[in-house]
């Protein structure tokens, strides 16, 4: 048993496959510096990661964190800590300083001369950082630190840089800047806090397991532990606000769950469709617009109740009529009424407008202003409807040259295709509103 043990701490020990002190110390220092190479490589790696969310291309982004020397100055912060030299800590720490506020101030210019402001979802990625972002940077740190310790690097330092992605945070916070809207700025630079402080505390674990030498000898006791104490409480107070962050976004996502299901389940109520459906879950609400007979109120609770079976007894649930057989039902309902009355009554009034439908067919279908009445009645759940035709036809057999059958044509035009569902939602909505299954409705997108 010993022996498995001791074979297996050898197989997974650093020590072996850690390179020579000197030329790791020589390969962080020369990593540290900003001048010359390093400075241009800044220079293009900020140029290239704000066009990248600009245009919203996230291949033009990983290339900016592939040439990025961020991580240089911020192991070097983490390494001077470990070995406690504090002259090269004092020297990274100014390059670091000079290397961010040149990326936020050349993104800055960049957004504020670009003609496209846009906010796409690379851009919204880096505002809103959370506990995940904290794990992805404390790891890519421990990987970098100890790629740069190996003898054998091989492709982890590019595969670091992608990881913890320091150089779009800082492009992110020049587009906060170039924009006025200082929620980016923020949430881009806690983000990029959060890296740089994990990558540095990695660099600093990593740097005393293996054991550096001391560059200071002089250092008491105490004052190392001052400095691991000062680090602690550092990395504390950046990773709580994340923690709460994910714990919110881990409730945002289990509310979209919960009312992607429940929504699911009350699409179709009594012959009414949910034409449409808005979730919030910051506010924890949801908007829906039916489309049919007119909900009663007691319909409306129906709905808002079988919510609870999904988790969402707490939720503001709003429900808005969208198209509609009768606009003017009285909407008062005496709570004391039993179902089966509220049902009989439904239906008696259902078949009175029936009747008095048919009764003005005749005059309704010859009235020239019944497309703009139905425009104004679609127009308001479908805002890209530009106009509509209603007109009566006759059509003629090629086999029956004495039959003639009528038909009703309606044209709907808008500015852009409507999907199929859509198509038969209002197709199902112009029968029943006019109480004719002959209707042929023509969909015309025109520019």
């Known amino acids: 048993m010993y022996h498995l043990l001791r074979k297996a701490i050898i197989y997974i020990s650093l020590k072996k496959q850690t390179e020579d002190f000197d030329e790791i110390h020589d390969s962080i220092v020369q990593g540290i510096s900003f001048k010359g190479t390093n400075l241009w490589i800044l220079v293009c790696a ?236 910051n506010k924890r609400e949801i908007n829906l617009v039916y489309g049919g007979s007119l909900l009663s109120e007691a319909d409306k609770k129906a709905i808002i109740n079988k919510a609870i079976a999904y988790s969402l007894a707490d939720v503001k649930i709003v429900i808005e009529q969208g198209l509609a057989i009768d606009q003017n039902v009285d909407k008062e309902a005496t709570d004391a009424q039993s179902e089966e009355e509220r049902l009989m009554q439904q239906i008696a009034r259902l078949n009175l407008e029936i009747s008095n439908y048919k009764q003005k067919m005749d005059s309704v279908n010859s009235h020239q202003l019944l497309g703009k009445q139905l425009l104004s009645e679609l127009s308001p759940i479908y805002p890209q409807i530009k106009n509509c035709m209603y007109t009566n036809a006759n059509i003629y057999s090629k086999s029956d040259s004495i039959k003639v059958d009528k038909s009703s044509i309606l044209m709907i035009s808008s500015n852009q295709k409507f999907s199929i569902i859509d198509q038969e939602k209002i197709e199902s909505w112009i029968n029943k509103r006019l109480n004719n299954n002959k209707i042929k409705v023509i969909f015309n997108e025109s520019n």
């Open 46 to 281: 900020i140029l290239i990661a704000s066009v990248g969310l600009n245009t919203n291309s996230t291949a033009v982004i990983i290339g900016a964190m592939l040439i990025s020397p961020l991580m240089g100055p911020i192991n070097g912060m983490g390494y001077s800590i470990a070995i406690h030299d504090f002259k090269l800590l004092n020297q990274s720490i100014k390059n670091f300083c000079f290397a961010v506020l040149a990326s936020i101030v050349a993104s800055t210019i960049y957004f504020a001369i670009t003609p496209v402001h846009t906010a796409h979802s690379e851009l919204l990625a880096r505002t809103n950082p959370t506990i995940y972002d904290v794990l992805i940077a404390l790891f890519g740190g421990f990987a970098g630190i100890i790629a740069i310790s190996s003898k054998q690097k091989g492709n982890v330092i590019p595969g670091v840089a992608i990881a913890t992605a320091l150089m779009p945070p800082l492009c992110t916070a020049g587009y906060g800047l170039a924009t006025f809207q200082f929620s980016f700025f923020y949430g881009a630079m806690y983000l990029f806090t959060i890296n740089t402080v994990c990558i540095a505390y990695a660099s600093v674990l990593i740097s005393q397991m293996l054991k550096f030498p001391i560059r200071d000898s002089q250092i008491s006791e105490k004052r190392k532990k001052r400095i691991h104490h000062g680090l602690s409480l550092i990395l504390l107070i950046i990773i709580l606000p994340s923690i709460y962050l994910g714990y919110q976004m881990s409730q945002n996502e289990k509310f979209r769950s919960n009312a992607d299901k429940y929504t699911r389940n009350i699409e179709i109520y009594k012959g009414n469709y949910l034409l449409n459906k808005k979730i919030n879950p």
